[in-house]
């Protein structure tokens, strides 16, 4: 009987037994969950449970307790048999399961639905609670919904291994104790937490929102959404923790470490922290708080990103927090990972270094947006240190700051090929080594810089209190050939290696000085020059290094790099480290556009320049602009004398519309027998106005220019003869397009004009003579450069106008056809330009043009209680020639070499449509009218109005 009991023991072990639910009710009659559980405890061994179910929902009563806890060796409940998973429901008074003590064993929970699960009395996991070091528990394709613990571990809580694959914490919270969904205690060396493809929502915590482990915990491919604690660990509260390919939205903790809070090592990979916050602005590490009591440890972490959203996220340490009980025990090591939108209310909006830790750069790291009091995204307490050792580019955005306490240990190692660039004004303390690769630095650093054999030191920098050293590297000062270094307190040494500096002309002093020191330096070693495209003034003088510096010119290589190498000449010079541009190299990469702008470069060429002076600085800017190109081709234009043809225009088109004005006096006319009679004599008041806008054309800029002005007059008539004179004033502004200069004009005038006038035919003539007073500024603006030449001067002008005009009458409407022509005549005389370094002589001119018009108007005249009605419309063609030369000669103030500028031999042709109201009474007449004038080139719209009074 013994032996047969042994055998059945022994069988036990062996092979598994199954046990078949198919009551969902909670006693141990008949075929129960609570009734399997209970026979598989009293065979112990292998034991499998499995449901067949109708309604797959299982509600414990609360009568008689939790479900019993396994002692079987290994019990494995599968709630797959029914349609759906089966569902074992607390009914929100009880426990699951209850305490696991058995040691030994495994406890198998697979695609079962556990919901309002809780823990009366402030017992643990209010699921699964296994007390045991030696018992195991796995967890495949669970779902754990509204699982709440009076204690530790919401749905779990275990003492030893567990492993969690494909399931679902939901709203699972211990909310006085730790981890709101597992708490897994671990039995060191081994994994006390594994999870795979796992969810994890709405779950809360005191510690641990959803995690909680003394061990070492494992998590892969899996999703934490809206986890919160209350002191710490938002996420994850753990010793040491190895996390990849799992992202963390909106975490939250009113404490430390809005993630994860680790007390040792932590390896992160692929993986993603989106909005991690707080409601408390003193918790320390947005995303991830480091604590370190015992020794070296390392955070490493991969292929991941940091994005804090709009809440703000911690006191310091925005993303990552670091601390050290034993400073110099941390190391953080990052690769292609990023930062944005983290903050920090006061130190490290996305990294906080503690003193003696060591962050180590070893691939891509981006930072964004992120903000902070100090170290917006890296602050390094002082003895901290920054490794850069990857191939990668890497710019840090912000300056990196630190307390400052100064101290010689900690500061930035820069190793590898890539390429680190640093901004602003950096405060990290310790020192600044380059042993390979490049350091860029737009800004300042407090610490000296050792520029190794091999390595790189560039850019725009400021060094407070410390020295600059190169010991076989290449330094090269400022932004390719903008900026400088400045050592304030410090000195300057080059024993061996290469200072690079390029001296491609800016048209800036500032940037013809490369290194500025107040310490006693010294030189040696290599000076390589580089020699960009440009326009060189022999003599012009370069800085290399301005201060006390002791050099011996025979121990000096120098080299000459860049396009212009063979072309420009440069020596050293003693006192401070100088070199000198020894001859004249201008516009080498060739000749400008025939025309004006090849004429202007001709011009510069056979200019006497003085270096370093404003004209020198004019010609340098010059060789910056693209060349050769439409841009530089512009400035050349706009530098000669051609725009000033523009005031010939201008003048044309306003003096034609006052000459117009007088010899149309025709029109004073009274309505009688359907026609319109002389009146013996008048005396009249006209203003107007004038508003054109003119595009470039030829060689001339265009111009916009407003004009308005006045007339009075005088005419009688007889018959068929009205004669008069008359006179007036105009105030013209103008503006010459691409802000090539601007001014105004002064017009005083007087004429006599004349018609004879029939029933079919009149014609009209006059003669205007007047002075205008100019006040021109020719603008040549570009980059830098905002020159302005000034000339005043005061020019006669003549004006004739000759006008026919055949009419016809039918009734109450007339139809004109007419033809009118214009002789404009403007005299220039010489004059020279002034407030510039590149002042114009030029010579005087005579201005030519010819105006033709033909075209038609339709009048109505209209009777309505003694008063005449005559409006009109009309249209016509215009042709603008210019006559005569029209090109100027000029010469650079003190040049000899004389400019042959073209300007503008167009004859242009406009289309002018025209309307207007006349309106007359017994004595006195009213007038109102409006033309334009308009082609590809100019849109020109005149009015006028007037007032006179017949006797």
């Not at 700051?401 to 240990?409: C, I």
């Not at 500096?501 to 390589?528: H, M, N, R, Y």
């Not at 009146?679 to 508003?691: D, H, R, Y």
Request: glycine content about 10%; some cysteine.
């Amino acid at each position: 009987m013994k032996q047969l009991c042994f055998f059945l023991f022994f069988c036990s072990l062996l092979f598994s037994i199954q046990y078949t639910v198919n009551l969902t009710g909670d006693n141990l009659s008949f075929t129960t969950l609570r009734k399997a559980i209970d026979q598989s405890n009293t065979v112990g061994g292998i034991n499998d449970i499995i449901f067949t179910l109708p309604t797959p929902v299982i509600t414990l009563s609360g009568l008689d307790g939790p479900l019993p806890a396994t002692t079987a060796i290994n019990l494995i409940i599968d709630g797959s048999a029914t349609p759906t998973n089966v569902e074992v429901n607390g009914a929100s008074v009880e426990k699951i399961f209850g305490k696991i003590i058995t040691p030994g064993i495994a406890f198998d929970l697979r695609n079962l639905i556990f919901k309002n699960a809780t823990t009366p009395g402030g017992n643990n996991g209010s699921v699964v609670e296994i007390t045991s070091q030696t018992t195991s528990l796995n967890v495949d394709n669970c779902t754990f919904d509204t699982c709440t613990s009076g204690a530790a571990g919401g749905a779990i809580e275990a003492d030893n291994h567990v492993v969690v694959n494909n399931s679902r914490f939901i709203n699972c919270s211990a909310p006085t104790s730790t981890g709101g969904a597992i708490r897994a205690v671990g039995n060191i060396p081994t994994d006390a937490l594994q999870a795979s493809n796992s969810f994890f929502s709405f779950c809360s915590a005191s510690v641990g929102g959803a995690i909680w482990s003394a061990g070492n915990i494992k998590i892969f491919d899996s999703v934490f959404e809206d986890c919160s604690s209350t002191s710490g660990g938002g996420v994850i509260w753990v010793k040491n923790a190895e996390i990849s390919g799992t992202s963390f939205t909106r975490s939250s903790s009113t404490a430390d470490g809005r993630v994860i809070s680790t007390q040792g090592n932590l390896t992160i990979s692929n993986c993603s922290f989106d909005d991690f916050k707080t409601t408390n602005v003193a918790g320390q590490g947005g995303a991830i708080y480091k604590i370190n009591f015992i020794g070296p440890e390392e955070i490493k972490i991969s292929s991941t990103s940091f994005k804090g959203g709009t809440a703000p996220q911690a006191q310091v340490g925005g993303a990552i927090y670091c601390e050290d009980i034993f400073p110099g025990q941390t190391t953080i090591e990052l690769s292609d990972v990023s930062f944005e939108d983290c903050s920090a209310s006061d130190d490290g909006g996305a990294i906080f270094l503690p003193a003696g830790a060591i962050l180590k750069l070893l691939g891509p790291v981006s930072f964004s947006n992120n903000t902070a009091t100090r170290g917006k995204d890296i602050f390094m307490q002082s003895t901290s240190s920054l490794i850069f050792d990857t191939t990668a580019t890497v710019e840090i955005p912000n300056p990196v700051e630190s307390e400052q306490t100064v101290s010689p240990d900690g500061g930035i190692i820069k190793r590898n090929t890539g390429k680190l660039s640093l901004n602003g004004d950096n405060t990290y303390t310790g020192s600044t080594t380059i042993e390979a690769g490049e350091l860029h630095i737009e800004g300042s650093v407090i610490t000296s810089i050792d520029v190794q054999a091999g390595s790189i030191l560039s850019g725009d920098i400021v060094i407070y209190n410390g020295d600059l050293t190169n010991t076989g590297g290449n330094i090269l000062p400022g932004n390719g050939n903008i900026g400088e270094i400045r050592l304030i307190h410090g000195k300057f040494e080059q024993t061996a290696g290469t200072l690079e500096v390029d001296i491609t002309p800016t048209a800036l002093d500032s940037d013809k000085i490369f290194i500025e020191t107040d310490g006693a330096s010294t030189f040696a070693g290599t000076l390589q020059i580089d020699i960009g495209l440009g326009n060189y003034i022999d003599g012009t003088l370069y800085k290399v290094i301005d201060g006390v510096v002791a050099f011996d010119p025979d121990l000096i290589t120098l080299e000459k790099v860049g396009p212009l190498a063979d072309k420009v000449n440069v020596k050293i010079e003693q006192g401070s480290l100088n070199i000198i541009v020894t001859n004249t190299v201008l516009f080498a990469c060739g000749d400008a556009a025939p025309g004006n702008p090849l004429t202007m470069e001709t011009a510069i060429k056979n200019l006497d320049i003085p270096p370093n002076s404003p004209l020198s600085q004019i010609i340098e800017a010059l060789g910056i602009l693209p060349c050769p190109s439409q841009e530089l081709d512009n400035v050349l234009n706009k530098m000669t004398a051609a725009n000033l043809a523009n005031l010939e225009w201008i003048t044309l088109t306003t003096d034609t519309q006052i000459s117009a004005l007088f010899a149309n006096r025709i029109y004073v006319q009274e309505c009688q027998e359907n026609r319109c009679q002389c009146k013996k004599s008048s005396i009249w008041a006209q203003g107007l106005g004038n508003f054109e806008d003119t595009n470039t054309f030829d060689w001339l800029s265009g111009y916009d220019a407003n004009t308005l002005g006045g007339l009075v007059g005088f005419d009688t008539c007889t018959n068929h003869i009205q004669v008069g004179f008359g006179g007036g004033y105009t105030y013209t502004d103008f503006s010459l397009k691409d802000d090539a200069g601007f001014g105004d004009i002064h017009s005083g005038f007087g004429a006599l004009y004349a018609s004879f006038l029939s029933r079919n035919f009149i014609a009209n003539a006059s003669v205007m003579i007047g002075g205008k007073h100019f006040d021109m500024n020719r603008k040549v603006a570009f980059l830098m450069i905002n020159e302005v030449a000034n000339s005043k001067f005061n020019s006669p002008f003549v004006n004739t106008h000759l006008g026919l005009m055949a009419i016809g009458n039918l009734h109450d409407f007339r139809l004109e056809i007419f033809a009118n022509a214009d002789y404009h005549y403007w005299y220039r005389e010489a004059l020279l330009e002034t407030g510039t370094p590149i002042n114009l002589f030029i010579t005087k001119h005579h201005s030519h043009f010819i105006k033709a018009e033909v075209g038609t108007n339709l009048k109505a005249i209209l009777n309505y209680q003694n008063k005449c009605f005559v409006p009109f419309v009309g249209f016509s063609i215009i042709k603008k020639f210019p006559l005569g030369k029209t090109n100027y000669n000029a010469r650079f103030e003190d040049s000899s070499f004389c400019m042959y500028t073209l300007t503008s031999s167009t004859v242009q042709e406009l289309a002018s449509p025209r309307c207007g109201l006349r309106i007359h009474t017994k004595s006195f007449a009213f007038s109102i009218g409006y033309r334009g004038e308009f082609n590809k080139y100019t849109k020109d719209h005149q009015v006028d109005g007037g007032l006179e009074w017949t006797f």
